[in-house]
């Protein structure tokens, strides 16, 4: 998979060296950052801001605990962040951290806002290497936070954008069993992102023991029922094959001890798993039966 940023500006010009940030004009505490007319922190401000205005805007969110102005300054370094430019810039101005320490807020609509800046950045693959030390953060948050929620969902696909790449996987290693019961209990929204995210892991042969010996509820293998959503029965279907693939090109280690009951492996390569798999062979979907075929050819 490649990393691709959510839009782009080609005629971005290269920014000045970061400068130490100054105060902003006007009385104190500096609520507001205008460019003429408009309010800088406005989130509907829909012109994208130079090096100058983001350190202004960075400077502010640093400064002020109005949760009104930090919401609104975390959408618009958000908004901003989709351009590949401001990516960069964003970094260089000391930007990540400074929106980072948000996640830690109590109020969800901020948490929510600062790791939406946070997906938005983690696209460009510098920007993982600072976002990295707030991995654990968020897996524990995501765990924490109220179920199908906003905050929630924000969370997983930060960390779906941060295990597009093989780089920091092993930091969710402790976490798969969590994120597989959480794949089962919440809504169509959040069954697809975790298994989004889980499709990341398997495509990792580094991951595939992890996976397979994790514990998971019989009723994972409802996944795989004939009257499932195509789009969450493809994907769980893609990651019983990249797990399968994964198994071929690394092979079982000599004494490897077999997978617990209740694992994984135990529930994927079981006889009610074989059931289902022959049942989708005679599915409707011709990409389903595919999928089918290539995890068990002789189906």
């Known amino acids: 998979m490649s990393l691709l940023p959510s839009s782009h500006h080609p005629g971005w010009r290269h920014h000045q060296s970061p400068r130490s940030p100054r105060t902003c004009p006007g009385a104190p505490p500096c609520a507001r950052l205008r460019l003429g007319s408009k309010d800088l922190t406005d989130g509907s401000y829909d012109e994208v801001l130079n090096a100058k205005q983001l350190e202004k805007l960075l400077y502010l969110l640093e400064l002020t605990d109005d949760p009104i102005i930090v919401e609104k300054a975390l959408v618009t370094l958000g908004n901003n962040a989709a351009f590949s430019a401001n990516q960069a810039i964003i970094r260089e101005l000391g930007g990540i951290p400074i929106i980072g320490n948000k996640i830690n807020s109590l109020n969800h609509s901020i948490k929510e806002k600062a790791l939406n800046a946070l997906n938005n950045l983690s696209v460009n693959v510098e920007n993982q290497v600072k976002i990295k030390v707030y991995v654990q953060r968020v897996c524990e948050d995501v765990f924490a936070d109220p179920l199908n929620s906003a905050v929630q969902l924000a969370g997983l696909r930060l960390l779906t954008n941060m295990t597009v790449t093989n780089d920091y996987q092993h930091l969710l290693s402790s976490y798969i069993t969590g994120l597989l019961h959480l794949s089962l209990i919440g809504n169509g929204s959040t069954k697809v992102q975790v298994l989004k995210l889980l499709l990341n892991l398997s495509e990792n042969p580094a991951m595939t023991e992890g996976l397979l010996s994790a514990q998971v509820d019989s009723s994972f293998l409802s996944f795989f029922d004939g009257h499932i959503a195509n789009e969450i029965l493809l994907r ?15 092979g079982c280690p000599a004494g490897q001890p077999p997978f617990a009951k209740g694992s994984l492996f135990s529930l994927l390569y079981g006889e009610d798993c074989a059931q289902k798999m022959r049942a989708l062979a005679h599915h409707h979907d011709v990409d389903v039966k595919e999928k089918v075929l290539a995890i068990m050819p002789k189906v």
Not at 236 to 249: D, G, S
């Open 236 to 250: 769980a279907l893609t990651l019983f094959q990249n797990i399968n693939n994964c198994l071929r090109v690394e």
